[in-house]
C-alpha cells in the first residue's frame, strides 16, 4: 500500500471514529408525523396535509452545564403545512410558536405556544420545557405512541396567510379559532389531525408561489396584531 492511499485510509478511519463519538456524545432522535387541517369553506371542506421530520439532539449533562443549560429542541425537515382555500387564498401552518396578542389585555391570545417542532408535545399532553438531558427521554416516549388525536384550534402552530399571495409584505398572523375574521364569513377551522407515520417527508406544496418557492433566504415581519417584534424567517416554511 503506498503512502498516499495510507494516509488517505488513516483520515477515512480518524473521520469516522470522531462521527462515531459525536453520535455518542450528541445523540439524535427522529420523530415523524402528519399535520392534516380541514377548512370548512362555504360548506365546502378543504383540507391540507403534509409529513415533516423532526431532529431532537441530545447533549450530556456535562456539555449542558457548559452551554448555560442550552434549550432542547428540535429541527425540521419539510414544508408548512397548506390549505388551498380556493377563490379565499391560501392558509399554512408554519413553524413558528404563535405571537397573536390579544387586543383587550395585550397579552398572547394563544399561550400554549406550540411550533411544528414541538406540536408532538403539544398533541399528546407532555411538557415543552425540558433540557437537553431529559428531551430525548421525552421523544422516545412519544415514539411509543399510536393512533391520530385531534390537536385544539388554540394548540396549533402559527397560522399565516398573505393578503396578496404574490407579496410577501402582506403577510398576517391568523386567530385559528377565528378565520373568518381573515377570509370572510363562511370559513372555519373544523379539525387538525396529528398522527405518527413512516411514510415519507411531503414535497413543496404545488400551491405556492413561485416567489415563495424560489425563497431561500430572508423574514417575513408581521404588523398590526402580533407582538411588535414579531419576525419569523423563511425556515418557518421550509425546513433544512
Known amino acids: 500500500m503506498s503512502r498516499g492511499i495510507r494516509f488517505l485510509a488513516v483520515c477515512a478511519a480518524t473521520a469516522g471514529g470522531l462521527y462515531l463519538a459525536y453520535l455518542v456524545v450528541l445523540p439524535r432522535v427522529y420523530l415523524r408525523y402528519r399535520l392534516t387541517v380541514d377548512v370548512e369553506v362555504d360548506g365546502v371542506m378543504r383540507t391540507g396535509s403534509g409529513v415533516v421530520e ?21 429541527e425540521m425537515r419539510g414544508y408548512a403545512i397548506t390549505v388551498d382555500l380556493g377563490e379565499r387564498g391560501l392558509l399554512f401552518v408554519v413553524n413558528s410558536r404563535p405571537l397573536l396578542v390579544d387586543p383587550k389585555t395585550h397579552l398572547l391570545a394563544l ?12 398533541a399528546y399532553g407532555l411538557s415543552q420545557s425540558y433540557d437537553s438531558s431529559t428531551g430525548l427521554a421525552a421523544v422516545r416516549e ?10 385544539p384550534p388554540d394548540s396549533l402552530p402559527m397560522v399565516v396567510r398573505f393578503r396578496n399571495i404574490d407579496k410577501a409584505d402582506t ?9 373568518s375574521a381573515a ?12 398522527e405518527f407515520t413512516t411514510d415519507r417527508v411531503s414535497p413543496m ?16 415581519a408581521f ?14 416554511f421550509k425546513g433544512r
Open 171 to 179: 403577510i398576517e398572523e391568523l386567530d385559528p379559532r377565528d378565520l
Open 54 to 74: 423532526i431532529a431532537y439532539q441530545g447533549m450530556p449533562d456535562w456539555l449542558s452545564e457548559i452551554g448555560q443549560g442550552a434549550h432542547f429542541g428540535g
Open 111 to 122: 399561550p400554549k405556544l406550540a411550533s411544528l417542532t414541538m406540536l408532538p408535545f403539544i
Open 205 to 220: 406544496p404545488r400551491t405556492w408561489p413561485k416567489w415563495l418557492a424560489s425563497e431561500k433566504q430572508g423574514e417575513f
Open 183 to 194: 377570509y370572510g364569513p363562511g370559513v372555519r377551522l373544523a379539525r387538525a389531525r396529528f
Open 142 to 151: 412519544l415514539q411509543t405512541k399510536k393512533g391520530a388525536v385531534d390537536v
Open 223 to 236: 404588523s398590526g396584531q402580533s407582538l411588535w417584534y414579531s419576525i419569523i424567517s423563511v425556515n418557518a
